[in-house]
Nanobody
Framework: QLQASGGGLVQAGGSLRLSCATS????????IGWFRQAPGKERERISC????????KYGDSVKGRFTISTDSRKNTVYLQMNSLKPEDTAVYYC???????????????????WGQGTQVTVSS
């Protein structure tokens, strides 16, 4: 089970930190991806971290502004979002992928578990 939280309304240029609390599975056996979906658009992966090799990836749209991190003691993954833009407005989801012995997938259907999503709204 995953539970995303931390979304809200923020002005452009502001920051938010999203949390993804996990339970019910072994945290170190999964990669965690952060996705977002804006109205009328497909769900896209914006960042991921693989527990196996600690590799991290970012989408081009968030590179340099967002930072993913983990706290294995709390089984939680964070997404620090800085310099937010109106185009970052979306519902943000975290998801867990058990296939950690390969590059973390971008494909929504390849993730095993999903959180419920948290709304991020950036005003101009």
């Amino acid at each position: 089970q995953l539970q995303a939280s931390g979304g809200g309304l923020v002005q452009a240029g502001g920051s938010l930190r999203l949390s993804c609390a996990t339970s019910g599975f072994t945290f170190d056996d999964y990669a965690i991806g952060w996705f977002r979906q804006a109205p009328g658009k497909e769900r896209e992966r914006i960042s991921c971290i693989n527990s196996y090799d600690r590799s991290i990836k970012y989408g081009d749209s968030v590179k340099g502004r967002f930072t993913i991190s983990t706290d294995s003691r709390k089984n939680t993954v964070y997404l620090q979002m800085n310099s937010l833009k109106p185009e970052d407005t979306a519902v943000y989801y975290c998801a867990a992928d058990s296939a950690i012995y390969r590059p973390v997938s971008r494909v929504v259907g390849e993730y095993d578990y999903w959180g419920q999503g948290t709304q991020v709204t950036v005003s101009s």
